[in-house]
């Protein structure tokens, strides 16, 4: 078995409507935004759950115990580079903005969505727009900040 680089294999789409996220079809995938293309190569970032812990030790113990409690999105957002022209994911990705953002890995960006494959999809309101500072040898930036209202599927397939 070989390890997968993950330069280039990861795809990313903005879905505004999805009827069932554990079940998105190829006709909703195809009305979606791409937004690889234009992203920074650290553009999805903070995409990782975290669960909360519950104390399950007793008044009578000498060892503190846990169980897995809730589990929550701190801080994901999507990076991108400015376009010129019209900009569409810069007017899409506006505060307040609802939609779904799904997200394909280790097969080639530039493949098509096909039936059966395994992607995550994330139910999020878009916070307001971050123009990131200029930097020196760098291109225009700007973030999306997100916010999970509801809960994702992490083990979504495309259907036909």
Same mark, same amino acid.
């Given at each position: 078995?070989?390890?997968?680089?993950?330069?280039?294999?990861?795809?990313?789409?903005?879905?505004?409507?999805?009827?069932?996220?554990?079940?998105? &079809? +190829? #006709?909703?995938?195809? $009305? @979606?935004?791409?937004?690889?293309?234009?992203?920074?190569?650290?553009?999805? /970032?903070?995409?990782?759950?975290?669960?909360?812990?519950?104390?399950?030790?007793?008044?009578?113990?000498?060892?503190?115990?846990?169980?897995?409690?809730?589990?929550?999105?701190?801080?994901?957002?999507?990076?991108?580079?400015?376009?010129?022209?019209?900009?569409?994911?810069?007017? &899409? +990705? #506006?505060?307040?903005? $609802? @939609?779904?953002?799904?997200?394909?890995?280790?097969?080639?960006?530039?493949? /098509?969505?096909?039936?059966?494959?395994?992607?995550?999809?994330?139910?999020?309101?878009?916070?307001?727009?971050?123009?990131?500072?200029?930097?020196?040898?760098?291109?225009?930036?700007?973030?999306?900040?997100?916010?999970?209202?509801?809960?994702?599927?992490?083990?979504?397939?495309?259907?036909?």
């Amino acid at each position: 078995m070989a390890d997968i680089i993950s330069d280039g294999m990861t795809r990313v789409a903005w879905l505004a409507n999805i009827a069932n996220i554990g079940s998105v &079809t +190829l #006709a909703e995938l195809s $009305v @979606g935004i791409l937004l690889h293309d234009t992203m920074t190569p650290t553009g999805l /970032a903070s995409f990782q759950p975290a669960t909360a812990a519950v104390a399950t030790g007793k008044f009578s113990s000498r060892f503190d115990t846990n169980k897995p409690g809730r589990v929550s999105y701190s801080d994901p957002k999507l990076q991108f580079y400015r376009q010129d022209g019209v900009d569409t994911i810069w007017n &899409t +990705l #506006a505060y307040g903005t $609802v @939609g779904f953002v799904v997200v394909r890995r280790s097969l080639a960006a530039e493949t /098509a969505w096909a039936a059966t494959q395994r992607i995550r999809v994330y139910p999020a309101t878009c916070g307001e727009r971050i123009e990131l500072d200029p930097e020196p040898n760098t291109l225009e930036r700007w973030e999306s900040p997100l916010f999970v209202h509801s809960q994702p599927n992490l083990n979504a397939l495309v259907a036909a």
